[in-house]
């Protein structure tokens, strides 16, 4: 198994820039693909950005797609999701989450039910 910890949430003034990191312990984590997902007040869990366990390839929702990069660094077991330009409605609570790939993965990274860890959540906050 593998425990997930996010860091790096905070309040933010639109336009401005934050890094999430997503910490993991237990089994290594290049076992592993990991998305970030986020959710705000009275929404459905929604898909941010993943990346494959050799991080050679990386998917985005739309929405953040030239604004949001995902990598990671498997020799410090973390994930990152640096996040540039922000606004207000990217306001949420940011989870990293993983999963180990297997058929059908490049048609389900986007859904959460299909991954098996998931850490806290980190608060993200912007600011009009």
């Known amino acids: 198994q593998v425990q997930l910890v996010e860091y790096g949430g905070g309040l933010v003034q639109a336009g401005g820039s934050l890094r999430l990191s997503c910490a993991a312990s237990?089994?290594?984590?290049?076992?592993?693909?990991v998305s970030w997902f986020r959710q705000a007040p009275g929404k459905e869990r929604e898909f941010v950005a993943a990346?494959?366990?050799?991080?050679?390839?990386?998917y985005y929702a739309d929405a953040m797609k030239g604004r949001f990069t995902i990598s990671r660094d498997n020799a410090k077991n973390t994930v990152y999701l640096q996040m540039n330009s922000l606004k207000p409605e990217d306001t949420a609570v940011y989870y990293c989450?993983?999963?180990?790939?297997?058929?059908?993965?490049?048609?389900?990274?986007?859904?959460?039910?299909?991954?098996?860890?998931w850490g806290q959540g980190t608060q993200v906050t912007v600011s009009s």
């Open positions: 237990g089994r290594t984590l290049n076992y592993y693909a």
């Open positions: 989450a993983a999963r180990l790939p297997g058929p059908g993965w490049g048609g389900s990274y986007y859904i959460a039910l299909k991954y098996e860890y």
């Open positions: 990346i494959t366990r050799s991080a050679g390839s990386t």
